[in-house]
């Protein structure tokens, strides 16, 4: 069993960086697709970022390209989400999840949530204008 305990969110500006942190316990990170996403009041939860076993691959949504860089420290068991130029619009909760390494069947496999196994408990981050 893993846990996940994200953490890092609070209210910022516009214009402003954040780093969230997810830590994770009961399987060593480097064993597991590590993915954040999001859920905006009144949405469906989405896709923001994933990075893979090894730490080598990432993939992140278009609305967070180039804003947004999923890290991760194997040492620490521990997989970050950098924010900068935060907007508004990225008001929301967000969740950090993990998945056991699997053959992916395609290239967006890993953005699916029901593809992750486990999920944090969400941090609130609020982007002030």
């Known amino acids: 069993q893993v846990q996940l305990l994200d953490s890092g969110g609070r209210l910022v500006e516009a214009g402003d960086s954040l780093r969230l942190s997810c830590a994770a316990s009961?399987?060593?990170?480097?064993?597991?697709?590590m993915g954040w996403f999001r859920q905006r009041s009144g949405k469906e939860r989405e896709f923001v970022a994933r990075?893979?076993?090894?730490?080598?691959?990432?993939t992140y949504a278009d609305s967070v390209k180039g804003r947004f860089t999923i890290s991760k420290d194997n040492t620490k068991n521990t997989v970050y989400l950098q924010m900068n130029s935060l907007n508004p619009e990225d008001t929301a909760v967000y969740y950090c999840a993990a998945s056991p390494v699997r053959i992916a069947i395609d290239s967006l496999y890993y953005t699916r949530e029901n593809n992750y196994d486990y999920w944090g408990q969400g941090t609130q981050v609020t982007v002030s204008s």
């Open positions: 009961g399987r060593t990170t480097s064993s597991l697709v």
């Open positions: 990075i893979s076993g090894s730490g080598g691959i990432t």
